[in-house]
């Protein structure tokens, strides 16, 4: 795998794993909507795509990602306003999940967090309820797809450093919270990974090297 195509790149853990990956040999194409941004994802490495996620089309977004390995969606509303919430953590999600099948990019990781579920149990007037129910739909949509998935769910993100040390759901952790730089050395784990394929993995902070955790 060679050329990774990151959808929200210009979040912060887009950011650090674009820097990551083309540390590391890959070639990165990193979509993000404002122009102005264009010089801060350059810097990463990463070949700057400017589109907006939220208004393209299933065949557009195939166009911008054929010829890649992989595809990381890591873009996000941002909370606060349930509709464009669910017209880009779920809409434009799911419309990325049929543009890689479309394209032929096998390999997709979509981040959601710690504990989404159909069944999130956030109520209605809470202000989670609609981020909690567009991610829910966005990994459901993605596990009935014929790609090769997986999905990343990180605990509450901090700015902490990185440490290379998490524990999943599947070793016994709850929620917590993890540093973004581990979260997207997670990501860059996974990717080359065929044991995750097919699999959620929820995440934070603990005592276990990335690579041993991921096979947990």
Do not use: C
Not at 16 to 45: I, K, M, Q, W
Not at 56 to 78: C, M, N, P, Y
């Amino acid at each position: 795998m060679t050329r990774v195509a990151i959808i929200g790149g210009h979040g912060k853990i887009a950011l650090r794993l674009a820097r990551l990956l083309t540390g590391e040999g890959y070639e990165v194409s990193s979509l993000f909507r404002n122009p102005d941004h264009v010089d801060e994802v350059a810097a990463t490495g990463a070949t700057p795509v400017v589109a907006d996620i939220e208004n393209l089309s299933t065949e557009k977004i195939a166009d911008l990602i054929t010829g890649h390995d992989a595809v990381v969606f890591s873009a996000g509303a941002g909370g606060g306003n349930p509709a464009r919430t669910y017209a880009v953590d779920r809409d434009a999600a799911e419309r990325s999940i049929d543009a890689a099948t479309a394209a032929g990019v096998r390999r997709f990781l979509l981040v959601s967090y710690f504990g989404a579920r159909t069944d999130h149990g956030v109520p209605p007037d809470n202000s989670f309820f609609h981020y909690a129910e567009a991610k829910a739909a966005a990994d459901a949509y993605l596990r009935k797809s014929s790609l090769d998935w997986t999905i990343v769910a990180p605990s509450s993100l901090t700015l902490g450093p990185a440490t290379g040390l998490i524990e999943t759901a599947a070793q016994g952790a709850g929620s917590g919270s993890v540093s973004r730089d581990d979260v997207a050395s997670v990501i860059a784990a996974i990717l080359d990974q065929p044991a995750t394929i097919g699999r959620m993995i929820q995440f934070n902070s603990g005592a276990t090297p990335i690579d041993q955790a991921i096979l947990a």
